[in-house]
């Protein structure tokens, strides 16, 4: 599975951006998918995730704030980000379990996006 992330970009604190992630196979079939992010000199985290039932998950820092979202139909996982602020700078990876692999959400054995840079200035 290939990831192709989108939509990151340079915002003012309180603005918004919406990242997509679109999969290069159908997604129907994928149980969890998400977005992390990495900041200059820390280690990555989980933003959201959203599995194939609707279920999200989200980081205390961004609940609220975020919305993960998939469309199945465009084998596209999207990310909603209002309320931006300067912490919220990094680069962004999407993320796709394996598939049949259940636990594989995040792991180096998953799918990886090439990662979008999103810059929010205070």
């Known amino acids: 599975v290939q990831l192709q992330a989108s939509g990151g970009g340079l915002v003012q604190a309180g603005g918004s951006l919406r990242l997509s992630c679109a999969a290069s196979r159908s997604i129907f079939s994928i149980n969890t998918m998400g977005w992390f992010r990495q900041a200059p000199e820390k280690q990555r985290e989980l933003v959201a995730s959203i599995t194939s039932d609707g279920t999200t998950n989200y980081a205390d820092s961004v609940k609220g704030r975020f919305t993960i979202s998939r469309d199945n139909a465009k084998n596209t996982v999207y990310l909603q980000m209002n309320s931006l602020k300067p912490e919220d700078t990094a680069v962004y990876y999407c993320?796709?379990?394996?598939?049949?692999?259940?636990?594989?959400?995040?792991?180096?054995?998953?799918?990886w996006g090439q990662g979008t840079q999103v810059t929010v200035s205070s």
């Open positions: 993320n796709v379990e394996r598939p049949l692999t259940p636990g594989s959400f995040g792991s180096p054995t998953s799918y």
